[in-house]
T-cell receptor, first 111, second 115 residues
Framework: KQEVTQIPAALSVPEGENLVLNCSFT??????LQWFRQDPGKGLTSLLL?????REQTSGRLNASLDKSSGRSTLYIAASQPGDSATYLC??????????FGTGTSLTVIP | DVKVTQSSRYLVKRTGEKVFLECVQDMDHENMFWYRQDPGLGLRLIYFSYDVKMKEKGDIPEGYSVSREKKERFSLILESASTNQTSMYLCASGGGGLSSNQPQHFGDGTRLSIL
């Protein structure tokens, strides 16, 4: 069974810093990997989807990379802002239709 | 814009009641999912559906059933609610192995309390 791990569980940075969130997975036979953010008491918002054939995806200040062979993905956030404070989760689908989620990294950006 | 709508944001029910949670998507997706999210346990899949009237059990189906009579609507049913079903319930639509170019989209969640 796929296992998805996110380290660290929590991260606190001053505003303006660049930061990296990590996601690792045990089974490299993935179709894609998706990054989400979740605000307190809300659902998940899709940020980026990287196909298994891609190495990077970018959206604004966010850049996600994927290294299938090593079972790792990173989410890079440039010039962090207080509005980026949220929990960030990564997820991978298996060969069926099940998704495996990490437990998330809780990010706090201090003004 | 993509839209997944859950019928209630907050719901309070009594032990033993039959509870219905509704979810509607407007993207014509085949796949729809029900998760619950609990502190320290992350998201856990209850059921998913890959077509009308088709369903498969996820990791924690006990005490739940689902209904998908129309493509856009996926309902989660708690047959006889119990206090250990107090949780945040999240509906999602899209994505999955055969739809690998399709992101998964979530509703805003239903915070369900069973008293």
């Amino acid at each position: 069974k796929q296992e998805v791990t996110q380290i660290p569980a929590a991260l606190s940075v001053p505003e303006g810093e660049n930061l990296v969130l990590n996601c690792s997975f045990t089974d490299s036979a993935i179709y894609n990997l998706q990054w989400f953010r979740q605000d307190p008491g809300k659902g998940l918002t899709s940020l980026l989807l990287i196909q298994s054939s891609q190495r990077e995806q970018t959206s604004g200040r966010l850049n996600a990379s994927l290294d299938k062979s090593s079972g790792r993905s990173t989410l890079y956030i440039a010039a962090s802002q207080p509005g980026d404070s949220a929990t960030y989760l990564c997820a991978v689908p298996n060969t069926g239709n099940q998704f495996y989620f990490g437990t998330g990294t809780s990010l706090t950006v201090i003004p | 814009d993509v839209k997944v709508t859950q019928s209630s944001r907050y719901l309070v029910k009594r032990t033993g009641e039959k509870v219905f949670l509704e979810c509607v998507q407007d993207m014509d997706h085949e796949n729809m999912f029900w998760y619950r999210q609990d502190p320290g346990l992350g998201l856990r899949l209850i059921y998913f559906s890959y077509d009308v009237k088709m369903k498969e059990k996820g990791d924690i189906p006990e005490g739940y059933s689902v209904s998908r009579e129309k493509k856009e609507r996926f309902s989660l049913i708690l047959e006889s609610a119990s206090t250990n079903q107090t949780s945040m319930y999240l509906c999602a639509s899209g994505g999955g192995g055969l739809s690998s170019n399709q992101p998964q989209h979530f509703g805003d969640g239903t915070r369900l309390s069973i008293l």
